[in-house]
Structures are given as C-alpha cells and as structure tokens.
C-alpha cells in the first residue's frame, strides 16, 4: 500500500503524513526540500532563478523516489509519502518558460517512467486564505515574503490537475478549510476513515470495539 498527500504549499501535507503513518503501520518518506540551495534566491526573484531551482528538485525528488519507494514496497511496508514526484510538473509550469520549459519537461518525462505511482493520492484543498494563513504561522523564513498572487497560482494549477484522472491513480479530495487534524483527533479519525473507505482497508481496531459495543 502506498499513499501520496499532495497540496499546496502550507496545507499541511508533512503533518498529516506524520499523523496517518502510526494508524497505517507505514514507512514514511517525506519531501527533502530544505537542501535546495537555489530556494531562498528563488522566493526573492523567481524569474532569475527558477531554473536551476526547478532541475534541482527535480533530480532530488527523482533519485529519492527511485530509490526509496521500491525499496520499501519490496519489503512489503505501506508507504506514506507527503509528494508525488508528478507535482515538480505543476511548478515547473508555473515558474518556467519557452526554452527552459521545454528542456524540463523532456527530462521530466524520461524520468517519470521509473517512478512508481502511489495507490491513492490523497489532495488538501484549501482556500488561498487559509494557505496564507498557515504559511504565516509556520513562520519559515525564506516564505516571509511570499506573494499572495503566487499562492493563488499555485492553487489554480493544482485545482486544475486534480480535477483530471492522475495515472489511473485514485484521487481522494479533502477540504481542509474546516478541518483541524492537529487539535482535533475526530477530524484525523475522519480522514483516516475516508482513505480506508477508498482502499477497502478493514477500520482500526479501536473502531471495530467502538461498534461492537454500540
């Protein structure tokens, strides 16, 4: 069983990856994006450096992903991942033009064909007020100045992806504008419920001794 969470920056993905992977007995791969050493220089003038920003996670989210993902569903561990490798695609869209564009996706197209697709892929809606708002609030510090205008974008695009068939790879939708899995253990037991209902996964056992004696 393999899981992907997907979203847009700030919704949350890395924190509700963390959450599910005790309910599910699942290895845990998350998104190495801290290493990117064109990051910061990108948030403050994306156009000069959104290339090498885009080729890096690229190559970083593909060598990760070849490596790890096989490696654990060979041993035959669930698998939660807070990425999929398609959503590079979405940024490079966004962040790339003419020449560039064209180079990345040839190279992305090439190494997509090695990557293993998740079994369900889990996407966090939110509003681009409450992304705004989550941003703000994890306070880091190379997103201090990030555009609203960016934001929204990157909403769009990610709107305009999932409402479309992904790989023949199952998509389950939340809307997390009224949800709260940090605080609130009854909306992670609903999501959890969601995504068993989908893969047709038996309901945890606390849940079971809940109903029997119901």
């Not at 997907?6 to 007995?25: C, H, N, S």
């Not at 156009?47 to 885009?54: G, K, M, N, P």
């Not at 190279?107 to 966090?124: F, G, S």
Request: negative net charge.
């Amino acid at each position: 069983m393999y899981i992907a969470i997907e979203g847009v920056i700030g919704v949350g993905k890395t924190t509700l990856a963390r959450l599910l992977q005790p309910r599910f007995d699942a290895e845990l791969l998350l998104e190495v994006f801290e290493e990117n050493p064109f990051l910061s220089d990108f948030y403050s003038d994306r156009e000069r450096y959104a290339f090498q920003t885009q080729i890096f996670f690229l190559l970083s989210r593909y060598h990760q992903q070849h490596r790890t993902v096989p490696a654990i569903l060979a041993r035959g561990r669930p698998l939660i991942s807070d990425y999929t490798f398609a959503k590079d695609s979405l940024f490079a869209r966004i962040n790339l033009k003419n020449d560039e564009l064209a180079v990345y996706c040839q190279l992305h197209e090439a190494l997509a064909e090695k990557i293993t697709l998740p079994d369900l892929l889990v996407y966090l809606r939110a509003s681009t007020d409450t992304l705004m708002q989550r941003i703000a609030m994890r306070d880091r510090s190379y997103e201090r100045n990030m555009e609203r205008a960016y934001i929204e974008t990157l909403n769009q695009t990610y709107e305009e992806f999932f409402s479309k068939p992904y790989d023949n790879t199952p998509v389950l939708t939340i809307d997390t504008d009224p949800l709260d899995f940090v605080r609130y253990p009854e909306h992670l037991d609903l999501i959890e419920a969601r995504i068993r209902a989908v893969l047709d996964l038996p309901r945890p056992a606390q849940e079971e001794r809940h109903a029997s004696h119901a």
